[in-house]
């Protein structure tokens, strides 16, 4: 059986110490054109439920993952400024399609980071 890559993400709230609930998720193929390939909202350990790709859906190429970050620290009561410094956090990222890839966000109200995790 050839091996089956995946698609998996969280986000952790570096504010506050704690995962992101209730953030809105999209995951957008780069092909021809952009397409939307998935979408989820993250559950109370920052996590969607299911892999954003996975088996024959997981094909190598560029994506683009969107995370609603202003308005989920709007829903925390949390106003920098209006508007908010950050709304949505854009990462642009290639994968293979037989590998496994988790893209990890760190966020607060003032900046974000990420890496390729495991």
């Not at 106003?79 to 950050?86: D, I």
């Amino acid at each position: 059986m050839a091996p089956m890559g995946q698609l998996t993400t969280h986000i952790l709230d570096t504010a506050s110490g704690k995962p992101a609930a209730g953030v809105d998720i999209r995951l957008y193929g780069l092909g021809d054109e952009r397409r939307l390939q998935a979408s989820a909202v993250t559950n109370s350990d920052g996590r969607s439920e299911y892999p954003l790709l996975q088996d024959d859906a997981m094909q190598t190429g560029e994506y683009e993952l969107e995370f609603d970050i202003g308005a989920y620290f709007e829903a925390q009561g949390i106003a920098t400024q209006a508007p908010a410094f950050l709304g949505t956090v854009v990462i642009r990222f290639a994968v293979r399609e037989d590998e496994h890839y988790h893209v990890p966000l760190l966020v607060s109200p003032w900046s974000y980071s990420t890496y390729r995790g495991s």
